[in-house]
């Protein structure tokens, strides 16, 4: 594993100038124009980059993006890598791992959720302040490489609180609701039967999803700080469970993505 880091990060380097980013961003279901706001210095397509997996989900464009957003550098994964597309949690991660080997400090994440809080709407805006692991596995299982990270990392507070605090400010200043809460994540494809969400809400999460969770596991392992951020696409509520396709998703997200792109970009310009 640190072979294949360490020859990734190089070649990334060399395609890039040795770019250095400080922040980096993981762009989830429908909310790729975020790279609108970019200053592009630098744009990779996954298939270029040497032990990349590549994505193969409609909606999500494999490339990694390289440049300026409100004066700071960002580095970002524009289609992330699920589970359930066969990757193992090595891949899925693997470019956070990159993330962190080329200088970056900050991760923001996003995606889509279904919602279990009755008091969430589709299109809700909340901010991950935890998250419970429900994939079968964990992607820091196997040889622990002292180099990456502790054998036993703390997760008690796996979502930095400033960056909680700060976006919760900066929703308010802009007229933007915007909710905190508890992400689930497993590993999908199916979305949840009425009985999932049912169990999901009583376990303590407010909303579920089939990423994330491996990300930030490896970005605290790094020493990474986490920013998260979900919008809720539809509801699994007790007695209201609707159906959902994944154009619902994609459709809504993109209804909302304008408040997001600006919740991140202000955020990103504060820290
Ligand atoms: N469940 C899991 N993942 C999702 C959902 C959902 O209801 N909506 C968007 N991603």
Redesign the pocket.
Known sequence: MLEQIDFTTKNILNKTNHFKPQVGIILG?GLGKLVNEIKIEHEISYQEIPNFPISTVQGHNGKLIFGELNEKKVMVLQGRFHFYEGYTMQQVTFPVRIMKAMGVKTLCVS?????MNPSFEVGELMIIKDHINLFPTNPLIGKNFSELGPRFPDMSSAYKKEYIALSKQIAKENNIKLSEGVYAG?T?PC??TPAE?KYLWRLGAD?????TVPEVIVAKHSGIDVFGISI?????IEGNVQT?T?EE?QHI?NLQEPKMTLILKELIKRI
């Open positions: 279901t995606n889509a959720c279904g919602g497993l999908g979305f949840e969400y909303v579920v999803g089939m990423s809720v696409t539809d509801l699994g959902v994944h998703v997200a």
